[in-house]
């Protein structure tokens, strides 16, 4: 059974900084592509970051050049470090491995 759990989502004030965890079981984690979402309330869910099976990363022009993602194979987890976070960035954060989805984490920022 695979299991994809998100952790590490707050509240912060504007410019602060979170990292967020996503860790995995039940799969070959090392294999896949791993992404990270996020859903804001009223609006549609849309890709933030994504990592691949190596250390390609893509990202959202949002929030390049403020979030990171990477992943420790060793231990089955891809993380979301973002830092200079502004209000817009409130959202739940889901992180994605194969076709499995986690519950997601809130993030909210407070300006």
């Known amino acids: 059974q695979v299991h994809v759990v998100e952790s590490g989502g707050e509240l912060v004030q504007a410019g602060g900084s979170l990292r967020l965890s996503c860790a995995t079981s039940?799969?070959?984690?090392?294999?896949?592509?791993t992404g990270w979402y996020r859903q804001a309330p009223g609006k549609e869910r849309e890709l933030v970051a994504l990592i691949r099976s190596g250390t390609v990363t893509n990202y959202s022009d949002s929030v390049k050049g403020r979030f990171t993602i990477s992943r420790d194979n060793a231990k089955n987890t891809v993380y979301l470090q973002m830092n200079s976070l502004k209000p817009e960035d409130t959202a739940v954060y889901y992180c994605?491995?194969?076709?499995?989805w986690g519950q997601g984490t809130q993030v909210t920022v407070s300006s």
């Open positions: 039940g799969l070959t984690f090392g294999v896949y592509s």
């Open positions: 994605r491995v194969s076709v499995y």
